[in-house]
């Protein structure tokens, strides 16, 4: 068990829905010619594989009894991947403005303090070809 800072502390204090407390990225990557897997369940594979690399990821909140003091990291028990790693689809014709859009919608959910407070959007349906991601996490784990 590893005490939050007061700043880390502090992020999850001051957010609200219409102030979400995480930093996200979107990636978007040309595939090789001829790519045939799922790049959801490649996106799964590398993340389990490259895990032990960033074991802040591997942590949850545990509050404190009447939250007299700051919450605390604690090791999650088990990382459920399904949850974490979440496949999305575009509507057709998946332009970039459709992708963007995507990004922004999923930018504007709090992430759930039952878990880990990180998630992957593997964006599926661009029309251009290309896969797309999209990762957040929160200001807390990475302060």
Known sequence: MQQLTGLDSAFLYLETPETPMHVASLHLYELP????????????????????????????????????????????????????????????PGTQAQLEACAARLHGELLDRHHPLWRIYVIEGLASGHA??????????LD
């Open 33 to 92: 010619e001829g790519y045939r897997r799922d790049f959801h369940k490649e996106m799964i594979r590398q993340v389990r594989k490259r895990l032990h690399l960033m074991l802040a990821l591997t942590r949850k909140l545990a509050p404190m009894p009447l939250q007299f003091a700051n919450p605390a990291w604690v090791e999650a028990d088990r990382l459920d991947f399904a949850y974490h790693v979440q496949r999305v689809a575009l509507p057709s």
């Open 132 to 141: 797309a991601y999209y990762f957040k996490v929160h200001h807390a784990v």
